[in-house]
């Protein structure tokens, strides 16, 4: 980093990408200001009800390791071996993410991991403003305005340089938008959540099997569930805005209340504050943000979900912020200034947000529609066939994503081949012993170079 810049670099927000980037940054002995517009979670409590739990891989885990949180953070995560399915009417089964319990993931509660993360950044030497609303930046005189929303006081604040991680409605992205052309999309997805949840059984335990992730598969929405420390797991149902069923079609709690009786008759009788909990937490939205430009030469870059928001369905979203944290670090360190930094970073990361992106697209169609059919079912044997036939060569996409650093386009893409193979091998065919394993091995020979 331009070692002439003596001034603070100010982050704006203070949400878990926020939190990592101060506590890289600080621990590196760079002065760092974060201001953030909610109150401070540690005095206010945690704002939930829109607040999907998160999935941990092993691209966060390696982030928080650079910034010496994994201890905190593992301390209150729950392993989770697979998806736990659960279809209409019949038998629950248990689909592994990996090889053994050495390819998990991990469920983290975004409240609680946020104000370890605070509590990080701040023994690192970060300086965080609370209820600090950014209402305006001055880019030529490098003066950024915030509003505290309570009180409506209004502050200014000089600053070198701008670092976005103020997440899907980012204040930094508005005020850079008048300057530099973001090629700024917005693809809702037409679908919204809802969060409820089961709390611990009579005994003080699980209600359900805590090591894994459940899905509800239902063909165009679907509910899931994923544990706590605490015992209590948070459910969260996917449901079309409109059409039928939909969020359209509950306008209230008995309408609510009878669908879930009729499609998640299983899953009810565990949220015994259903009512209450479909009450009281609000209709959530999903969406996509796509960017063509993430910087403003080396006056702020955005990103996060500042950047590149994405739908939950891979578990990637704080993954992919927390790889954004330490690429930007890199970067920073490494180039003789900001600009150079900033675009070096852009010139990294756009392509893998863009490839993780569209994956979490494609497993919200394979978590509510396929994880129960016949020929899925087959392919995953066949893939994990081929995994183990093919170390280093053929490995499933999922593992690439989640178990590994392999860059999300290099995943995206030899995911399609791997899947071609897939299909093509399993087509017409009902058993595993059915497949022509030699011509499956000289496909997977033929077009995937083993993996660097």
């Not at 038998?91 to 990080?120: F, K």
């Amino acid at each position: 980093m331009n070692a002439s810049v003596r001034a603070p670099l100010t982050i704006v927000g203070a949400g878990l990408a926020g939190a990592l980037l101060a506590t890289l940054l600080a621990r590196r002995g760079v002065p760092v200001e974060v201001f953030e517009k909610r109150p401070d979670p540690r005095r206010r409590g945690y704002e939930g009800g829109r607040s999907i739990n998160l999935a941990l891989a092993e691209r966060g885990l390696h982030a928080l390791r650079q910034g010496g949180l994994q201890k905190a953070v593992m301390a209150q995560a729950v392993m989770m071996r697979g998806r736990m399915v659960h279809p209409l009417g019949g038998e629950t089964m248990l689909q592994r993410y990996g090889r053994d319990d050495s390819e998990v993931i991990w469920s983290v509660h975004r409240g609680r991991l946020n104000i370890a993360m605070l509590e990080a950044a701040e023994a690192a030497g970060a300086r965080f403003h609370f209820s600090q609303r950014l209402d305006g930046v001055d880019f030529d005189a490098r003066r950024t305005h915030f509003v505290d929303d309570h009180d409506r006081q209004r502050r200014d604040h000089d600053f070198s340089v701008l670092l976005g991680c103020d997440g899907a409605g980012s204040g930094l992205r508005a005020a850079m938008a008048p300057l530099v052309e973001l090629g700024e999309r917005f693809e809702p997805l037409g679908h919204g959540y809802k969060e409820l949840e089961i709390p611990p059984a009579a005994d003080g335990g699980f209600r359900i099997e805590p090591n894994a992730l459940h899905i509800w598969p239902r063909g165009g929405y679907m509910c899931i569930a994923l544990p706590n420390t605490e015992k209590t797991f948070t459910v969260t149902l996917f449901l079309p805005n409109e059409g039928e069923p939909s969020f359209a079609t509950l306008p209230d709690l008995a309408s609510a209340r009878a669908f879930f009786a009729r499609d998640f008759g299983d899953a009810l009788p565990l949220v015994p504050a259903f009512d209450a909990d479909w009450t009281n937490n609000p209709v959530g939205g999903l969406g996509t943000l796509r960017l063509d430009n993430w910087r403003l030469d080396g006056r702020a870059v955005l990103l996060g979900d500042a950047a590149h928001a994405m739908v939950p369905f891979h578990g990637q979203g704080m993954n992919c912020a927390f790889e954004d944290c330490v690429a930007l670090d890199a970067h920073l360190a490494a180039e003789p200034d900001f600009e150079a930094a900033f675009a070096a970073f852009e010139a990294e990361r756009r392509p893998n947000a863009e490839a993780i992106q569209a994956m979490a697209l494609e497993n919200y169609v394979e978590m509510r529609d396929r994880v129960d059919d016949a020929d899925y079912l087959l392919q995953r044997q066949l893939e994990v066939t081929l995994a183990d036939r093919h170390p280093g060569r053929f490995v499933p996409r999922y593992s690439m994503v989640s178990f590994g650093l392999v860059p999300y386009a290099v995943a995206l893409e030899r995911g399609k081949v791997q899947r071609a193979i897939l299909v093509a091998a399993t087509q017409g065919l009902e058993r595993l012993d059915q497949v022509d394993l030699a011509a499956a091995d000289a496909a997977v020979e033929a077009r995937l170079a083993p993996l660097a």
